[in-house]
Nanobody
Framework: QVQLVESGGGLVQAGGSLRLSCVAS????????MGWFRQAPGKEREFVAG????????NYADSVKGRFTISRGNAKNTVYLQMNSLKPEDTAVYYC?????????????????????WGQGTQVTVSS
């Protein structure tokens, strides 16, 4: 059974930092890209950041570029999201996702439909 489990969410003041972690289990994720999405109340789920299965390519939403950094563990089944300079508009439930297997080692899709496995989400709340 495939599972993605996120951790690291919480309450932080504007300008602060949080680091989200996600551990995937239940299959081999060596050819899977991984990503982070978020969903705020009343809004659709949106792409935040993604990393290719090689780890050599990343992609970010414009709203988080320069503030968030996605990285992948050596075991390929873990992914992290370092979030700095947080803003109140970053408040949302953050979801980890895995998509593949893909032949292109540098492929980082942004569409929800390209990710077949999802975690349950972790709440991030940024106070002003």
């Amino acid at each position: 059974q495939v599972q993605l489990v996120e951790s690291g969410g919480g309450l932080v003041q504007a300008g602060g930092s949080l680091r989200l972690s996600c551990v995937a289990s239940g299959r081999t994720f060596s050819r899977y890209c991984m990503g982070w999405f978020r969903q705020a109340p009343g809004k659709e789920r949106e792409f935040v950041a993604g990393i290719s299965w090689s780890g050599g390519n990343t992609n970010y939403a414009d709203s988080v570029k320069g503030r968030f950094t996605i990285s992948r563990g050596n075991a390929k089944n873990t992914v992290y999201l370092q979030m700095n300079s947080l803003k109140p508009e970053d408040t949302a439930v953050y979801y980890c996702a895995a998509g593949g297997p893909y032949i292109n080692s540098d492929y980082v899709p942004v569409a929800n439909s390209k990710y077949g496995y999802w975690g349950q989400g972790t709440q991030v709340t940024v106070s002003s």
